[in-house]
């Protein structure tokens, strides 16, 4: 199976997949809408050297998404609305992609005889947890245990997902919060970064108490190459760094001001928490995957200082981002 479609692959996340995986010598096609959060800029130098075909286009659009298919054997799905922010005030937007939009490239897929298919779902779907680790079998029917539009739309398209793996080659992937170079400065950690770089305070919301499982996105491109493989038909794997001991927003925010030279005390500014229902916690277990052979190479503190010096070295990329990402927190 060395002939891909990567949708959204010139988002976040299929960015650093999609250069992953032409240096391990698969033959790609990219299907991306380019809304905001996406960029054919990511991916300018693989498309001028030939080893990606580019196509604009919505995954919502069936006759798009079948010529975007054609001699592919397999499809990484990436793309979806991917900021809970912004599902608050257009959730029509998100079911829209990231529900009706799988179902069409779900059909589409096996209409024209793919042989695997990987859905890039969240941890959100398992909502937040206090103790403990939520593991595969712990995602209920339903978005019930979900807490924002975007949430509950990804765990309706995860419950998709795993309604065609009955019969289909299917594998869902849950991944834990990935970072790492071409995030959309909306988030977190670019945000914070290109903050100090500007000479701006890292907004943290509340006590900064809250815990993420960080995962490093070139890791989660491992992951997905390693599932092709590996992955189980109608299975779900939750992929995580598993930190011990666990990182909390402060402490990310701490180590981002560490990185960048400046006191902590004067630059990380506490502001009341902007959404009601914000997840405390989030933690899976990783045991399935895990007795598969996959055990990713986590070095926190080094993914986080390689990252902020992606983000030193590439002002350019997120720069002309940085107005628009802005724009949703006022």
Known sequence: MKNILVTGGAGFIGTNFVYYITGKGYNVTVLDKL????????????????KVRFVEGDICDKDIVVSSLKGCDSVIHFAAE????????????????????????????????????IHISTD??????????????????????????YSKSKSQADDLAMEFGRNYPVVVLRPTNNFGPWQYPEKAL???????ILGEKIPLWGEGLQVRDWLY??????????????????NAYNVAANHNPEITNRQAAEWICEMLGVDKNEWI??????????????????????????????????????????????????????????????
Do not use: M
């Not at 809304?35 to 030939?50: F, R």
């Not at 670019?190 to 100090?196: D, T």
């Not at 200082?305 to 949703?328: D, F, G």
């Open 217 to 234: 996105a070139p890791l989660t491109a491992e992951c997905l190459e390693f599932l092709l493989e590996k992955g189980e038909a109608g």
């Open 190 to 196: 670019p945000r914070w970064i290109s903050n100090i």
């Open 269 to 330: 500014q506490y502001i009341p928490d902007p959404r009601p229902n914000h997840d405390f916690r989030y933690a899976l277990n990783v045991d399935k995957i895990t007795s598969l052979g996959f055990k990713p190479a986590v070095d926190p503190y080094a993914q986080f200082k390689a990252t902020v010096e992606w983000y030193k070295a590439n002002a350019e990329w997120w720069k002309k981002r940085k107005e628009e990402a802005e724009s949703i927190y006022k």
């Open 82 to 117: 991917s900021h809970n922010t912004r599902s608050e005030t257009d959730p029509d937007l998100f079911y829209r992609t990231n529900v009706h939009g799988t179902k069409v490239v779900l059909e589409s897929a096996f209409e024209g005889g793919v042989k695997k298919f």
């Open 35 to 50: 809304t905001y959060a996406g960029g054919k800029d990511n991916l300018e130098p693989l498309i001028a050297a030939g």
């Open 124 to 149: 959100e779907v398992y909502g937040s947890i206090v103790d403990g680790y939520f593991a595969e079998g712990d995602k209920k029917l339903g978005d019930s245990q979900a807490t924002s539009a």
